[in-house]
Protein backbone atom coordinates (compact mmCIF):
# COMPACT_ATOMS: atom_id res chain seq x y z
CA UNK A 1 0.00 0.00 0.00
CA UNK A 2 1.24 3.43 -1.09
CA UNK A 3 0.95 7.39 0.68
CA UNK A 4 -1.41 7.90 -1.76
CA UNK A 5 -3.68 5.06 -0.93
CA UNK A 6 -3.34 5.63 3.06
CA UNK A 7 -3.99 9.46 2.10
CA UNK A 8 -7.18 8.32 0.21
CA UNK A 9 -8.20 6.25 3.10
CA UNK A 10 -8.18 8.81 5.81
CA UNK A 11 -9.96 11.27 3.88
CA UNK A 12 -12.30 8.78 3.34
CA UNK A 13 -12.86 7.22 6.60
CA UNK A 14 -13.08 11.34 7.94
CA UNK A 15 -16.33 11.84 5.34
CA UNK A 16 -18.12 8.75 6.05
CA UNK A 17 -18.08 9.44 10.05
CA UNK A 18 -17.25 5.87 10.66
CA UNK A 19 -15.61 5.79 14.38
CA UNK A 20 -12.95 3.76 13.67
CA UNK A 21 -11.64 1.69 10.50
CA UNK A 22 -8.74 -1.11 10.69
CA UNK A 23 -7.22 -2.25 7.80
CA UNK A 24 -4.71 -5.53 8.34
CA UNK A 25 -2.39 -6.85 5.37
CA UNK A 26 0.36 -9.08 5.37
CA UNK A 27 2.57 -6.20 5.27
CA UNK A 28 1.29 -3.11 7.09
CA UNK A 29 -1.73 -2.94 10.03
CA UNK A 30 -3.55 0.80 10.24
CA UNK A 31 -6.16 2.04 12.37
CA UNK A 32 -7.81 5.04 11.64
CA UNK A 33 -9.99 6.23 14.16
CA UNK A 34 -12.11 9.79 14.02
CA UNK A 35 -14.25 11.62 16.86
CA UNK A 36 -13.98 11.02 20.59
CA UNK A 37 -16.29 12.94 23.21
CA UNK A 38 -16.48 15.94 21.39
CA UNK A 39 -13.58 15.88 19.26
CA UNK A 40 -14.50 15.81 15.40
CA UNK A 41 -10.41 15.78 14.22
CA UNK A 42 -9.76 12.13 13.43
CA UNK A 43 -6.73 10.86 14.82
CA UNK A 44 -4.61 8.36 12.64
CA UNK A 45 -2.45 5.53 13.94
CA UNK A 46 -0.16 3.78 11.76
CA UNK A 47 1.73 0.80 13.40
CA UNK A 48 4.82 -0.57 12.51
CA UNK A 49 4.99 -3.44 9.35
CA UNK A 50 4.79 -6.78 10.95
CA UNK A 51 8.27 -8.20 8.78
CA UNK A 52 10.42 -5.40 10.81
CA UNK A 53 9.54 -6.90 14.09
CA UNK A 54 12.21 -9.82 13.84
CA UNK A 55 14.51 -7.09 13.37
CA UNK A 56 14.41 -6.22 16.74
CA UNK A 57 14.62 -9.95 17.94
CA UNK A 58 18.03 -9.99 16.07
CA UNK A 59 19.92 -8.12 18.51
CA UNK A 60 20.06 -10.59 21.73
CA UNK A 61 23.96 -11.41 21.84
CA UNK A 62 24.44 -7.32 22.43
CA UNK A 63 21.87 -7.59 25.17
CA UNK A 64 24.56 -9.08 27.68
CA UNK A 65 27.03 -6.52 27.91
CA UNK A 66 23.86 -3.80 28.37
CA UNK A 67 22.14 -5.63 31.03
CA UNK A 68 23.70 -3.13 33.61
CA UNK A 69 22.04 -0.58 31.75
CA UNK A 70 18.98 -2.25 31.70
CA UNK A 71 19.30 -2.67 35.49
CA UNK A 72 19.19 0.98 36.26
CA UNK A 73 16.19 1.49 34.33
CA UNK A 74 13.84 -0.32 36.50
CA UNK A 75 14.76 1.89 39.11
CA UNK A 76 13.87 5.22 37.26
CA UNK A 77 10.64 3.47 35.71
CA UNK A 78 9.97 3.00 40.13
CA UNK A 79 10.36 7.05 40.44
CA UNK A 80 8.12 7.77 37.48
CA UNK A 81 5.60 5.17 38.35
CA UNK A 82 3.62 7.95 40.02
CA UNK A 83 3.57 10.10 37.19
CA UNK A 84 0.97 9.59 33.99
CA UNK A 85 2.24 9.26 30.56
CA UNK A 86 1.35 10.87 27.72
CA UNK A 87 2.20 9.01 24.25
CA UNK A 88 2.32 9.52 20.52
CA UNK A 89 -0.55 8.25 19.27
CA UNK A 90 0.96 8.44 15.23
CA UNK A 91 4.23 8.55 13.45
CA UNK A 92 5.20 11.97 12.95
CA UNK A 93 7.65 15.19 13.85
CA UNK A 94 7.21 16.92 17.22
CA UNK A 95 6.61 20.16 17.81
CA UNK A 96 6.25 22.16 20.79
CA UNK A 97 5.46 25.00 19.38
CA UNK A 98 2.44 26.16 16.99
CA UNK A 99 4.79 27.45 14.98
CA UNK A 100 8.47 29.05 15.13
CA UNK A 101 7.68 32.45 16.21
CA UNK A 102 4.90 31.30 19.28
CA UNK A 103 5.83 30.12 22.88
CA UNK A 104 5.51 26.62 23.57
CA UNK A 105 2.17 24.50 24.14
CA UNK A 106 2.93 23.77 27.37
CA UNK A 107 6.42 23.89 29.75
CA UNK A 108 7.53 21.49 32.77
CA UNK A 109 5.27 23.14 35.59
CA UNK A 110 2.30 23.84 33.45
CA UNK A 111 -1.25 22.64 34.91
CA UNK A 112 -3.12 20.67 32.31
CA UNK A 113 -6.64 19.80 32.06
CA UNK A 114 -8.34 17.36 29.53
CA UNK A 115 -8.57 18.47 26.40
CA UNK A 116 -5.48 20.89 26.17
CA UNK A 117 -3.65 21.21 23.25
CA UNK A 118 0.53 19.59 24.28
CA UNK A 119 1.94 19.77 20.94
CA UNK A 120 1.67 19.41 17.36
CA UNK A 121 2.70 15.80 15.23
CA UNK A 122 3.23 16.43 11.84
CA UNK A 123 2.62 13.29 9.38
CA UNK A 124 2.12 13.29 5.69
CA UNK A 125 2.38 17.20 5.47
CA UNK A 126 -0.67 17.27 8.35
CA UNK A 127 -0.03 19.14 11.68
CA UNK A 128 -2.19 17.27 14.35
CA UNK A 129 -2.80 18.73 17.74
CA UNK A 130 -2.06 16.33 20.67
CA UNK A 131 -4.51 17.39 23.17
CA UNK A 132 -4.22 15.53 26.57
CA UNK A 133 -6.90 13.12 28.21
CA UNK A 134 -5.41 13.89 31.98
CA UNK A 135 -5.42 16.51 34.05
CA UNK A 136 -2.25 17.42 36.04
CA UNK A 137 0.82 18.78 35.81
CA UNK A 138 3.74 18.81 33.57
CA UNK A 139 6.62 16.85 34.97
CA UNK A 140 9.14 16.37 32.31
CA UNK A 141 8.67 16.78 28.75
CA UNK A 142 10.39 13.28 26.92
CA UNK A 143 11.31 14.69 22.85
CA UNK A 144 13.05 16.93 21.34
CA UNK A 145 11.81 20.15 19.36
CA UNK A 146 11.21 18.65 15.90
CA UNK A 147 12.25 15.19 16.81
CA UNK A 148 10.66 12.14 14.78
CA UNK A 149 8.50 10.04 17.11
CA UNK A 150 7.23 6.84 16.77
CA UNK A 151 3.53 5.22 17.50
CA UNK A 152 3.23 5.38 21.37
CA UNK A 153 6.54 6.78 22.53
CA UNK A 154 6.21 8.63 25.60
CA UNK A 155 5.91 12.11 24.95
CA UNK A 156 5.17 14.19 28.44
CA UNK A 157 5.20 12.92 32.14
CA UNK A 158 1.77 14.15 34.19
CA UNK A 159 1.38 14.27 37.39
CA UNK A 160 -2.40 13.72 38.62
CA UNK A 161 -1.99 15.14 42.19
Same mark, same amino acid.
Given at each position: ???????? #???? %???????????????????? /????????????????????????? $? $????????????????????????????????????? /???????????? %????????????????????? +???????????????????????????? #?? +???
Amino acid at each position: MDIKEIQS #LIKF %VAKSGASEVKLETDEIKITI /RTGSLGNNEPTYVQSIPMAQAPVAH $A $APPHEAPSAPAKAAEPEKKEDDSKYITIKSPIIGTFY /RKPSPDKPAFVE %VGDKISSGDVLCVIEAMKLFN +DIESEVSGTIVKVLVDDASPVEFDQPLF #LV +DPA
